[in-house]
């Protein structure tokens, strides 16, 4: 018996009808979870240190996951690491977190998310925790790296009461902020990068039309590298997710930096 013929229109008929299938199994089960690591030089003075930066980790007790991303961090050798924001879910995940993001074998610096605040937790475990690796939870306040060549500020409360980070000079400034849209609002600062996480990418990011919906404090520094009046704004899509375990063409991500 002779096969029928598999015609061009059938298999358009049959794409049509496994690509919603496909969409749902990649968003669900594939995405999530699928770290990439991407490599940035986000400007154009020479290079002078290799830096790792993530954000977003939202630990919910997903140990094997969390540990992973630590071992990929770990692989690059970084001279140092920048973490922007939201390390945990709920504050009954903190130790578990901390006692994970402790076996980052780089100076770790980083700034406090929403999520951090929300959760109520004290910041002296955090405090400790980074400090140990030989870097700063920067809550408003900046640091050196161990050879003095940059400086890296945390902005982590804007409004009255909280001035605005200034720039040292003659030196290399990177920013760390939570909130994208919060270069905006830096008066006439300049840093040499500014790196942000919140948006989560989206999550969703629908093909040649981005992101389906992004938290306030993003606007359309939604995801990537932008250019600021402030100076050049990077923003990572994240490594958790919140409130749905759902990403689509929008994988959690590593970004290893040449500055």
């Known amino acids: 018996m002779i096969a029928k013929k598999f015609s061009r229109r059938r298999f358009i008929l049959a794409g049509l009808l496994l690509a ?33 930066h993530f954000t977003d980790l939202h630990h919910k007790g997903d140990r094997a996951y969390a540990q992973s991303v630590v071992d990929r961090i770990n692989s690059l050798s970084p001279d140092f690491v920048c973490f922007t924001g939201d390390i945990m879910e709920e504050g009954k995940f903190l130790p578990e977190a901390l006692e ?33 690796t030989g870097g700063a939870w920067l809550v408003d306040q900046q640091q050196m790296t161990a050879d003095g060549k940059i400086n890296i500020l945390g902005m982590a409360r804007f409004g009255p009461g909280h001035p605005l980070p200034v720039a040292r000079p003659g030196m290399k400034n990177i920013l760390l902020v939570h909130y994208p849209a919060w270069s905006k609002r ?24 981005g992101p389906l919906i992004v938290p306030p404090g993003v606007d359309e520094y939604d995801l990537g590298l932008f250019q600021t009046a402030a100076g050049p704004l990077y923003v990572n899509p994240g490594i958790g997710w919140f409130p749905v375990p759902i990403r689509f063409n929008c994988r959690p991500e590593i970004t290893l930096m040449e500055v």
């Open 186 to 209: 830096l008066e006439g600062q300049q840093f040499n990068l500014i790196l942000a996480g919140h948006s989560h990418g989206g999550q969703v990011r629908v093909p040649f039309y």
């Open 100 to 132: 994970i993001l402790s076996g980052i074998k780089a100076p770790l610096y980083g700034v406090p998310g929403n999520h951090d605040y929300w959760s109520r937790v004290p910041f002296e475990g955090i405090r400790q925790c980074f400090a140990a």
């Open 20 to 52: 919603p299938g496909a969409v749902v199994a990649d968003a669900g089960w594939i995405e999530p979870d699928w770290v990439q690591i991407r490599r940035l030089r986000p400007t154009a003075a020479t290079p002078t240190h290799r830096f790792v």
